[in-house]
């Protein structure tokens, strides 16, 4: 009779304790965090590039300068065809801030525009780096880099880059691809081109007609 | 003798007006379904997609005022596709969509019959040859958007529309109306349409004022009330059904805006420019043949309708910043209309019938030629003026490279996938068999192992990973990697 109050009592509380687990399990679910859907769009705006340049993998090769380069452009003055930019101030472009956020890049007016970079002194050039915008995707359009001694641009211009395929900016037509703005900026051969003040131009972008800077290095060497 | 022959006039009579619109019907089909499949899918395309799973799941359809116009083609596919079980857009394939366009393309040339009371039938026959074989009709079937059925719908209402102004018939007015508020919850466009087209055919009805007014009364009635049905998901979200009158100041709004600005003479470069494909022989064929239409119909009060109709909605289109090819078409096709006359008068004024079928067989193959180049081999280059902003075939290589990851992980299907940019449609439509994907319009904290897909604009976020760019429109990239 004992026996048979344990067996009962045993069997009673394994019961108890197999229902209160399956409740338990009946009460957990599996986790399923909700991923966030696609936003709907519009029609997307064709982006219409002469001479793009293909996306490339990775990262950009290794370029080599001679190893008494500095970026020469780091804090030096900036001026501008659009002295009074929309947005932002020209000292950004050389100020060493690459941030692609507002507060780190210019903006400047529609149509062409330039900025121009005093070197301060003639010096002999291996690199310019570019940022024109890289918080979205676009490609800005007749971007040409040139390199005098003259402040004004009218004699000695050497042109480093053009790819303004259809002369738009009216500095001759260039061959140089049109490429996307990514974090990465665009690396410029400047082939040890001499010269004391850079200079660069754009039209406007993919996105809207309005151009923006947000660093330009000026990689060389200081003429002896 | 004579009351034999009023019997069996009508009998013989009545098997060609259908046997010529089924004939049209299946031969501008054929003409359409080549490549509906292998044609990357558009943008537009792949968000009407998903906009339809809304409606296929039972989740209704909902009035978006910004770019996603009305619900007409959804339901349309939904009766399409709801038979065969679809009701997720996992389940469809791009033919399977752009069929039902296809479809609605076809009819719109067989619809050319529907006029005859005011086209004769040598017309109406010329005017199928330029509406099936025109490479700007063809193209836009041959892709799941509004274009080919708010056409069909607005010429079965010009069809209605035309008997009414005649006879003045009540039953006329209401069918007018209806196909009236169908076109317009077709897509928004249909407004201004009809704005031109009602008062171009209205002019010169031998009708009283007293039954002009009541009929367009009556007429405006179900049309409203046909709106107000479609809009509001035949009645369970009557507020979305307002959402259209809100819209008004939105569409007119973006017509005048920057998005999709185009200089005046846009449409005329898309129509009739030479490119590296070669020249747009519809738009010359069209417009030549229209010209030889207003001549030879000028005292024929259809064609001279259609001209009037033609005129003002090119530059109506034009005088608007905003513009897109498949727009064309609502010129095109009162244009193409007016080729028929043009055709006719060419094929009677020619000396013999071989030498009219020797021209006819060369402005056929003249429109076949440009039609397989521009809606099949150059479909999606972007030198071709009715591909705007295509889908990329790259997409196929990052399906394919997708797949193969999917396969070589313990996930399978159920891997996840992260996309991180600011534009990455059309990939919902190429990740659509991918359940476990989320899309993020910049980089989020702690991103997981799986695949990733980021834009260029977010790729300094991942340094550590090797990804390869695909093309998804020209221009614009994505990069994918997996983080393991």
Known sequence: MKRSALALLATTLVSVAFAVTSLHAEDKIPLKTELPKPLFVGTPVPVKVDNLEPARSGKRPDFLISASSTNLALKKPVTSSDPQPLLGDLDLITDGDKDGSEGSYVELAKSTQWVQIDLGAPATLDAVLVWHFHAQARVYLGVIVQVSDDPDFITGVKTLYNSDAKNLVGQGAGKDPAYIETYEGRLIDAKETKGRYVRLYSQGNTTNSLNHYIEVEVWGTKAK | ?484
Not at chain 2, 92 to 120: I, K, N, Q, S
Not at chain 2, 250 to 275: K, S
């Open chain 2, 1 to 484: 003798m004579g009351h034999q022959g009023k019997v069996t006039g009508p009998a013989r009579r009545l098997p060609l007006g259908l046997l010529l619109p089924l004939l049209a019907f299946v031969a501008a089909l054929l003409v359409r379904l080549p490549g509906l499949e292998s044609r990357p899918f558009h943008t537009d395309e792949a968000v009407n997609a998903y906009i339809l799973e809304e409606t296929l799941s039972g989740e209704g359809y909902r009035y978006r005022a910004n770019d996603h116009h009305g619900p007409a083609l959804f339901y349309l596919a939904t009766a399409a596709l709801k038979p065969a079980g679809i009701t997720r857009v996992a389940q469809m394939e791009a033919w399977m969509l752009r069929l039902v366009t296809a479809c609605t393309g076809a009819a719109l040339v067989a619809a050319v019959f529907w006029l005859r009371p005011a086209l004769d039938s040598a017309a109406a026959i010329g005017a199928t040859v330029f509406i099936g074989l025109g490479s700007p009709f063809v193209y836009y079937s041959g892709i799941f958007i509004h274009e080919t059925l708010l056409l069909l719908l607005l010429t079965g209402f010009v069809g209605v529309f035309w008997r009414w102004r005649e006879s003045g018939a009540i039953p006329l007015a209401l069918t007018g109306g209806l196909l009236a508020g169908l076109t317009l919850s077709t897509k928004e466009t249909a407004a201004p349409l009809l704005l031109v087209v009602i008062p171009v055919f209205l002019i010169g009805s031998p009708l009283s004022w007293r039954r002009q007014l009541g009929g367009l009364l009556a007429a405006a009635a179900v049309c409203a009330a046909t709106v107000f049905l479609f809009f509001s998901n035949f009645g369970s979200h009557p507020a979305h059904a307002l959402d259209l009158l809100a819209a008004v100041h939105q569409q007119v709004g973006r017509g005048l805006g920057h998005e999709h600005a185009h200089p005046w003479w846009t449409y005329l470069r898309w129509a009739f420019a030479p490119t590296s494909i070669g020249l747009p022989w519809s738009g010359w064929l069209i417009a030549g043949f229209a010209a030889v239409g207003i001549w030879s119909g000028r005292s024929h009060p259809f064609a001279r309708r259609l001209g009037l109709w033609a005129l003002l909605i090119f530059f109506l289109q034009s005088a608007l910043p905003y513009k897109t090819p498949w727009l064309m078409l609502a010129f095109l096709l009162p244009l193409a209309l007016l080729a028929g006359f043009g055709a006719a008068a060419a094929w009677r004024a020619l000396p013999s019938r071989s030498v009219a079928l020797a021209a006819a067989a060369v402005v056929a193959a003249l429109l076949g030629t440009e039609t397989y180049a521009r809606c099949q081999r150059h479909a999606v280059d972007p030198a071709n003026p009715l591909a705007y902003s295509p889908s990329s075939p790259d997409l196929t290589r990052l399906q394919r490279d997708l797949d193969t990851l999917a396969a070589g992980s313990p996930e399978g299907r159920d891997l996840l996938v992260q996309v991180i940019s600011k534009d990455y449609w059309p990939l919902p439509w190429t990740l659509r068999r991918f359940p476990r994907t989320g899309y993020w319009p910049e980089p989020q904290v702690g991103v997981q192992p799986g695949a990733v897909l980021v834009g260029p604009e977010a790729i300094n976020h991942f340094p550590f990973l090797p990804t390869k760019p695909y093309e998804l429109r020209p221009g614009v990239w994505i990069f994918l990697g997996r983080l393991p």
